[in-house]
């Protein structure tokens, strides 16, 4: 059974850090595109960065270039977003997916993509 968990998430002051972890059981994450997407209240779901299946390909999203790097560790079977210089409107559940489809290519749209995490909840504030 395929199966995404996210962790890291928390509390935070702006300017600060944090690293989301996406870990995943029934399937390696090296033979799937990820994407991290997230979604504040009231709001829609956006993605936020993506690493295809071969790792050649990354993407982010205009809030999150020059702040957040996106990762694999194939050996732990793991995907990481590291999060720098945050903002209070990072404030969000982030979610991590996984896409079947997808092959050397990346996305940020949601329906790209087949397998979700729970979320773990991002909040940045003083």
């Known amino acids: 059974q395929v199966q995404l968990v996210e962790s890291g998430g928390g509390l935070v002051q702006p300017g600060g850090s944090l690293r989301l972890s996406c870990a995943a059981s029934g399937f390696t994450l090296d033979s799937s595109t990820i994407g991290w997407f997230r979604q504040a209240p009231g709001e829609e779901r956006e993605g936020v960065s993506c690493i295809s299946n071969s790792g050649g390909n990354i993407y982010h999203a205009d809030s999150a270039k020059g702040r957040f790097t996106i990762s694999r560790d194939n050996a732990k079977n793991t995907v990481y977003l590291q999060m720098n210089r945050l903002k209070p409107e990072d404030t969000a559940v982030y979610f991590c997916?996984?896409?079947?489809?997808?092959?050397?290519?990346?996305?940020?749209?949601?329906?790209?993509?087949?397998?979700w995490g729970q979320g773990t909840q991002v909040t940045v504030s003083s």
């Open positions: 997916a996984a896409s079947l489809t997808l092959f050397r290519q990346c996305s940020l749209r949601t329906s790209d993509f087949d397998s």
